[in-house]
């Protein structure tokens, strides 16, 4: 721990004075110029990041060991200056000194002109995929912005809730309701990328109604701004450009859709909505990035077909949709997720089909983790209704010992990601079965149970604490 009554300097020439070192060898020793260690010292002339981190380097310290002092030192003791502050800032995020950085982001806020400045800052740090340390300034910005209905402020939000989503549903509503009010005022480009994070964020929260509206809104903007792209009578006023082609997110609207209505149950609806993105015959762009996406979509339409087919109780397809999934790795758990809910509905067997992807099912229940484009909070929450599902399967066809490791597989998961619904569900079937368990399945399950009621405990006191 640094005394804090020292400065860097005072460290400098106490280490100076204990291995008895001149100024021009520590100089010679760290790689710097005599004379700008010399001013450094007698208070003449600040330090730079870089050579802070070379005279570290010659100390035999830990990298970062002297950013708290360098902190307070550039921003209370003297003019912050951004040539110094911005190389400092993004060092603290490559050395995950992030206290360090909430520190100094909060010192600086005081100046709003440094606003914009920072806002760039985060952008590098988010698209580096440093996102805890985007993540502390985009919030610092964002507070600082709080009564603007400026652009900037709907950016910072649109990256905090990027940025904030994990496997807790729980958190990941709180952030779906703190960033929905802002999404109309981001640039129209950006709001179809927005849009689309929303929808299924929304899906996985099972918010169909909510997932359902922004999806139509992305549809919607997403074909002014292609009508407007290509009005050849009058040219269009220049947008910025999502991320990916304006159709794809008109068929992405119409895929997200029919996913919606599929998990509502209704085949007929989502047949209807995998017949839009299906005809293509609308698009014009025929160069190669739009040719990929134009075959993705008929891969997916015709995935789907199969698997909404399936779902009406139409059994004949089954063997010809698990041919078509076992060649796309990406798509198998999802896949298996729909076909273990369609063989309780309507009760056929699925036994050599199960067998078949056994060690993905468990190599996926031990490791985690996203599936294709499936980022890691939406598949765990499917998973573990996937599980759920396999459990009471194996359960009816009286394979207890099976089916109990699934229900207490997804029960676990459940706990983990705060799936309350489906602990409900995990723990009812258990109860109903109790009589049948294992002495060591009733272990692990009294076990995960006394973690949901000390998590719930925890949470009520913490709230009464706090009332």
Same mark, same amino acid.
């Given at each position: 721990?640094?005394?804090?009554?020292?400065?860097?300097?005072?460290?400098?020439?106490?280490?100076?004075?204990?291995?008895?070192?001149?100024?021009?060898?520590?100089?010679?020793?760290?790689?710097?110029?005599?004379?700008?260690?010399?001013?450094?010292?007698?208070?003449?002339?600040?330090?730079?990041?870089?050579?802070?981190?070379?005279?570290?380097?010659?100390?035999?310290?830990?990298?970062?060991?002297?950013?708290?002092?360098?902190?307070?030192?550039?921003?209370?003791?003297?003019?912050?200056?951004?040539?110094?502050?911005?190389?400092?800032?993004?060092?603290?995020?490559?050395?995950?000194?992030?206290?360090?950085?909430?520190?100094?982001?909060?010192?600086?806020?005081?100046?709003?002109?440094?606003?914009?400045?920072?806002?760039?800052?985060?952008?590098?740090?988010?698209?580096?995929?440093?996102?805890?340390?985007?993540?502390?300034?985009?919030?610092?910005?964002?507070?600082?912005?709080?009564?603007?209905?400026?652009?900037?402020?709907?950016?910072?939000?649109?990256?905090?809730?990027?940025?904030?989503?994990?496997?807790?549903?729980?958190?990941?509503?709180?952030?779906?309701?703190?960033?929905?009010?802002?999404?109309?005022?981001?640039?129209?480009?950006?709001?179809?990328?927005?849009?689309?994070?929303?929808?299924?964020?929304?899906? %996985?929260?099972?918010?169909?109604?909510?997932? $359902?509206?922004?999806? @139509? !809104?992305?549809? *919607?903007?997403? &074909?002014? +701004? /292609?009508?407007?792209?290509?009005?050849?009578?009058?040219?269009?006023?220049?947008?910025?450009?999502?991320?990916?082609?304006?159709?794809?997110?008109?068929?992405?609207?119409?895929?997200?859709?029919?996913?919606?209505?599929?998990?509502?149950?209704?085949?007929?609806?989502?047949?209807?909505?995998?017949?839009?993105?299906?005809?293509?015959?609308?698009?014009?762009? %025929?160069?190669?990035?739009?040719?990929?996406? $134009?075959?993705?979509? @008929? !891969?997916?339409? *015709?995935?789907? &077909?199969? +698997? /909404?087919?399936?779902?009406?109780?139409?059994?004949?397809?089954?063997?010809?949709?698990?041919?078509?999934?076992?060649?796309?790795?990406?798509?198998?758990?999802?896949?298996?997720?729909?076909?273990?809910?369609?063989?309780?509905?309507?009760?056929?067997?699925?036994?050599?089909?199960?067998?078949?992807?056994?060690?993905?099912?468990?190599?996926?229940?031990?490791?985690?983790?996203?599936?294709?484009?499936?980022?890691?909070?939406?598949?765990?929450?499917?998973?573990?209704?996937?599980?759920?599902?396999?459990?009471?399967?194996?359960?009816?066809?009286?394979?207890?010992?099976?089916?109990?490791?699934?229900?207490?597989?997804?029960?676990?998961?459940?706990?983990?990601?705060?799936?309350?619904?489906?602990?409900?569900?995990?723990?009812?079937?258990?109860?109903?079965?109790?009589?049948?368990?294992?002495?060591?399945?009733?272990?692990?399950?009294?076990?995960?149970?006394?973690?949901?009621?000390?998590?719930?405990?925890?949470?009520?006191?913490?709230?009464?604490?706090?009332?």
């Amino acid at each position: 721990m640094i005394p804090t009554d020292t400065t860097i300097s005072t460290e400098l020439l106490r280490y100076l004075k204990k291995e008895n070192l001149s100024i021009s060898s520590f100089a010679n020793k760290s790689r710097i110029n005599s004379g700008t260690l010399s001013r450094f010292i007698k208070g003449q002339q600040p330090l730079s990041v870089s050579n802070l981190d070379l005279i570290t380097e010659a100390m035999n310290l830990e990298e970062g060991y002297f950013y708290s002092l360098y902190a307070n030192e550039c921003i209370i003791q003297s003019s912050p200056n951004w040539r110094r502050l911005g190389p400092f800032i993004m060092r603290c995020a490559e050395l995950d000194k992030l206290k360090c950085l909430d520190h100094v982001i909060g010192m600086m806020m005081d100046n709003l002109t440094y606003s914009s400045l920072l806002f760039d800052s985060a952008e590098a740090l988010y698209h580096k995929g440093n996102l805890e340390a985007a993540l502390i300034i985009y919030t610092k910005v964002a507070e600082s912005e709080k009564h603007q209905h400026a652009e900037r402020l709907a950016l910072c939000q649109y990256r905090i809730f990027t940025c904030s989503l994990n496997s807790n549903q729980e958190n990941n509503l709180n952030c779906t309701i703190q960033f929905e009010t802002y999404v109309k005022r981001l640039p129209e480009g950006v709001q179809l990328d927005a849009l689309k994070d929303l929808a299924n964020t929304l899906v %996985s929260l099972r918010q169909w109604n909510k997932a $359902k509206y922004h999806t @139509q !809104e992305m549809g *919607r903007i997403s &074909r002014v +701004l /292609y009508a407007q792209k290509h009005n050849q009578t009058r040219p269009s006023r220049k947008h910025t450009q999502p991320a990916k082609p304006l159709f794809g997110y008109i068929l992405y609207s119409d895929l997200l859709l029919g996913s919606i209505a599929a998990d509502n149950d209704d085949y007929d609806q989502a047949l209807y909505y995998l017949s839009c993105y299906e005809d293509q015959s609308w698009i014009i762009e %025929s160069d190669e990035t739009a040719e990929r996406t $134009k075959e993705q979509f @008929q !891969e997916w339409a *015709r995935g789907n &077909r199969y +698997l /909404y087919e399936l779902m009406k109780g139409n059994i004949e397809v089954l063997e010809p949709y698990i041919e078509y999934i076992s060649s796309r790795e990406n798509e198998v758990l999802r896949a298996l997720f729909k076909v273990i809910q369609a063989a309780n509905m309507y009760h056929f067997e699925i036994e050599k089909i199960l067998e078949r992807f056994e060690s993905l099912i468990t190599d996926h229940l031990q490791r985690g983790g996203s599936i294709g484009s499936y980022s890691e909070h939406i598949i765990d929450d499917r998973f573990a209704n996937f599980l759920t599902d396999l459990g009471m399967y194996y359960i009816r066809k009286e394979n207890i010992q099976k089916g109990s490791k699934y229900i207490l597989g997804s029960l676990d998961l459940s706990y983990k990601i705060n799936n309350v619904t489906n602990i409900v569900r995990c723990c009812s079937t258990i109860e109903h079965i109790r009589h049948k368990l294992s002495h060591s399945d009733l272990q692990n399950y009294a076990a995960i149970m006394k973690e949901v009621y000390y998590r719930n405990e925890k949470k009520v006191n913490g709230t009464i604490t706090h009332s």
